[in-house]
């Protein structure tokens, strides 16, 4: 905390303990919570960047469902923009998070983190329904638009 002050950064130390991105993410957290604890908003939205820039890189670790389910469970209900972003990854991904073999049980064991991540879920699908109806409306269109063009050719040939 005392470093980001003077280099508006912060490193995680030892090079042995962050060559485990698990305890990269879980010190990630950590610094956000100490952020949190004492109001340091630019540090805290630093922690913020770095343990969704983790999320999104360590999709395929064993472990990321624990991970995720500490990260969670750690962060204050408050705290909207870091749940959401971890709810927004997990739902992207959920096929990826419940092919880990504890993927399931983290949802069963966290009922709000397996709501949060359901309606991102159902979200994500209104989102490619509407997305496919449009391209259906905008096919229809293309085809109608071709047909009258050829009908137009047709008569002045």
């Known amino acids: 905390v005392l470093s980001f002050f003077y280099l508006q950064d912060y490193s995680l130390g030892d090079s042995a303990a962050t060559s485990d991105s698990n ?3 879980r010190r ?3 610094v956000y919570l ?3 604890k004492f109001g340091i908003q630019l540090l805290q939205q630093l ?3 770095r343990i969704i820039d983790w999320a999104n ?5 064993g472990t990321y469902p624990g991970v995720i389910q500490d990260i969670w469970c750690s962060i204050p209900f408050h705290e909207n923009k870091l749940r959401d972003a971890i709810s927004d990854i997990v739902s992207a991904n959920i096929r990826d998070f419940l092919g880990h073999a504890s993927g399931d049980t983290v ?3 966290n009922p709000d983190f397996a709501v949060a991540v359901l309606k991102r879920v159902a979200e994500n699908e209104d989102r490619a329904r509407t997305q496919n109806d449009r ?3 905008d096919k229809a269109r ?3 638009k071709l047909s009258d063009k050829k009908k137009k050719s047709k008569t002045h040939v």
Request: no cysteine.
């Open 23 to 25: 305890e990269v993410a």
């Open 28 to 30: 990630h957290l950590r």
């Open 34 to 36: 100490a952020a949190d």
């Open 47 to 49: 922690a913020t960047a």
């Open 57 to 61: 890189s360590n999709l395929m670790s």
């Open 107 to 109: 949802l069963i064991n």
């Open 135 to 137: 391209l259906a409306w």
């Open 142 to 144: 293309l085809t109608e």
